[in-house]
């Protein structure tokens, strides 16, 4: 599988996966930056088929804690420009104003029966939530365009209707070219998860092993910046959204940024995607790339390095926007002082460094196969856990103990 940062960028941004129309209450969803599938032919494995008709999707509860009644499936998104979710029935049923109850809110939850629940899934881009003991708060409200759209919930806002409900999500993309799928940890980690995508190969990821959501708990408690993210034991949340909630130092990787900056001013930065390789050095205030294209980028803020946005930007362009992936990696990795031939790919080298995204280090950490989305560009080098057949058959998706 061709690792994304090589790839065409898409935006990475689930509100753009959706087709720009989610909103989160109680104000316009400021999701993180994700990496959604590729939706483009040829993003596959390399199988030549095409994926039609439903897939069948098996939900699983593995909690030993939470009965089935206790568990609610939310699979929403978009279909062909319209915000979709998908029924007990397996269609797809457009969001409607009039879905909203008394309460003021919608109710498409599809309850878990038996030890395995059978889904039909039909194309369709989005999420899959899961909430444990109390249900989700989704709102159908109308959108800049006068279109039926839906608040998702915003587990890193307080005042967020949902945010006191045991909640988490997987993202995925099912069309004509296969399911691309991952369980994200970009946003905020709460509810271990994990897939098994089948079809052309056999593949699972995301899989936290025992003892691991207490282990990233326990971790981030010890480091002083990281324990104000910790939201009782319902879930942590990712340093990014903590910045903007004034719960994590905004000045936090300065040090690093600077170090960088300066060490790159008297040396060359070696970075290389499919496009070919770039080498570049500060100049004026601006590291610059030359190579297959000329590219540059101001001094990024910690905001910019954990969203992986602002002066990290990866627009779709082929040459700015996986050099900006890489750097965004290195970035959060704390690897681009220790080598400057990027990108690094021996994941022992990774989060050495005191000011480094301990967050993402400690979710990698938690899964078994070292495969997490703790920061939108962590599929350079292919340490997202993210799959992807282009003839797939079946999808599972595993609630796993707490």
Same mark, same amino acid.
């Given at each position: 599988?061709?690792?994304?940062?090589?790839?065409?960028?898409?935006?990475?941004?689930?509100?753009?996966?959706?087709?720009?129309?989610?909103?989160?209450?109680?104000?316009?969803?400021?999701?993180?930056?994700?990496? @959604?599938?590729?939706?483009?032919?040829?993003? #596959?494995? &390399? %199988?030549? +088929?095409?994926?039609?008709? /439903?897939?069948? =999707? *098996?939900?699983?509860?593995?909690?030993?804690?939470?009965?089935?009644?206790?568990?609610?499936?939310?699979?929403?998104?978009?279909?062909?420009?319209?915000?979709?979710?998908?029924?007990?029935?397996?269609?797809?049923?457009?969001?409607?104003?009039?879905?909203?109850?008394?309460?003021?809110?919608?109710?498409?939850?599809?309850?878990?029966?038996?030890?395995?629940?059978?889904?039909?899934?039909?194309?369709?881009?989005?999420?899959?939530?899961?909430?444990?003991?109390?249900? @989700?708060?989704?709102?159908?409200?109308?959108? #800049?365009? &006068? %279109?039926? +759209?839906?608040?998702?919930? /915003?587990?890193? =806002? *307080?005042?967020?209707?949902?945010?006191?409900?045991?909640?988490?999500?997987?993202?995925?993309?099912?069309?004509?070219?296969?399911?691309?799928?991952?369980?994200?940890?970009?946003?905020?980690?709460?509810?271990?998860?994990?897939?098994?995508?089948?079809?052309?190969?056999?593949?699972?990821?995301?899989?936290?092993?025992?003892?691991?959501?207490?282990?990233?708990?326990?971790?981030?408690?010890?480091?002083?910046?990281?324990?104000?993210?910790?939201?009782?034991?319902?879930?942590?949340?990712?340093?990014?959204?903590?910045?903007?909630? &004034?719960?994590?130092?905004?000045?936090?990787? /300065?040090?690093?940024?600077?170090?960088?900056?300066?060490?790159?001013?008297?040396?060359?930065?070696?970075?290389?995607?499919?496009?070919?390789?770039?080498?570049?050095?500060?100049?004026?205030?601006?590291?610059?790339?030359?190579?297959?294209?000329?590219?540059?980028?101001?001094?990024?803020?910690?905001?910019?390095?954990?969203?992986?946005?602002?002066?990290?930007?990866?627009?779709?362009?082929?040459?700015?926007?996986?050099?900006?992936?890489?750097?965004?990696?290195?970035?959060?990795?704390?690897?681009?002082?220790?080598?400057?031939?990027?990108?690094?790919?021996?994941?022992?080298?990774?989060?050495?460094? /005191?000011?480094?995204?301990?967050?993402?280090?400690?979710?990698?950490?938690?899964?078994?196969?070292?495969?997490?989305?703790?920061?939108?560009?962590?599929?350079?080098?292919?340490?997202?856990?993210?799959?992807?057949?282009?003839?797939?058959?079946?999808?599972?998706?595993?609630?796993?103990?707490?």
């Amino acid at each position: 599988m061709t690792p994304r940062h090589q790839r065409n960028l898409g935006r990475r941004k689930l509100l753009f996966a959706l087709g720009g129309a989610a909103v989160a209450a109680p104000a316009i969803a400021a999701l993180a930056p994700h990496a @959604l599938a590729e939706t483009s032919p040829g993003t #596959g494995t &390399g %199988d030549s +088929a095409k994926a039609g008709g /439903a897939l069948p =999707v *098996t939900i699983v509860n593995n909690t030993g804690s939470f009965g089935n009644g206790d568990i609610h499936v939310y699979v929403v998104g978009n279909e062909g420009g319209r915000q979709v979710r998908l029924t007990p029935e397996g269609t797809l049923a457009p969001i409607a104003l009039s879905d909203n109850g008394a309460d003021g809110f919608t109710d498409y939850a599809i309850g878990l029966t038996g030890t395995e629940t059978r889904l039909s899934l039909p194309h369709m881009s989005g999420r899959i939530y899961v909430a444990l003991g109390e249900k @989700l708060r989704f709102k159908a409200v109308t959108d #800049g365009n &006068g %279109d039926a +759209a839906l608040q998702y919930p /915003a587990g890193w =806002v *307080t005042s967020d209707p949902s945010y006191g409900v045991l909640h988490d999500s997987a993202e995925f993309t099912y069309n004509a070219d296969g399911m691309f799928c991952n369980t994200t940890m970009v946003d905020m980690f709460s509810v271990p998860l994990s897939i098994r995508l089948t079809g052309s190969q056999d593949q699972t990821t995301g899989t936290v092993r025992p003892g691991g959501r207490a282990a990233v708990f326990a971790a981030l408690r010890e480091i002083e910046e990281f324990a104000p993210l910790i939201v009782d034991d319902t879930r942590v949340i990712a340093p990014g959204h903590g910045l903007d909630a &004034g719960l994590f130092p905004k000045d936090y990787l /300065a040090p690093y940024i600077d170090e960088v900056w300066s060490t790159y001013t008297g040396r060359d930065l070696t970075v290389t995607t499919n496009a070919g390789t770039f080498t570049g050095r500060v100049r004026g205030d601006r590291l610059t790339f030359d190579g297959p294209a000329q590219v540059s980028f101001a001094k990024p803020s910690t905001r910019d390095v954990l969203f992986c946005d602002g002066n990290l930007a990866a627009p779709n362009d082929g040459t700015t926007g996986p050099v900006a992936a890489i750097l965004g990696a290195g970035f959060n990795r704390s690897t681009l002082l220790s080598s400057d031939r990027q990108p690094t790919t021996d994941p022992a080298a990774f989060y050495g460094t /005191a000011l480094t995204n301990h967050y993402a280090k400690a979710v990698h950490t938690a899964t078994e196969d070292g495969r997490a989305y703790g920061f939108a560009f962590d599929d350079v080098a292919d340490f997202a856990s993210y799959i992807q057949d282009t003839a797939p058959t079946g999808f599972r998706l595993t609630l796993s103990p707490l």
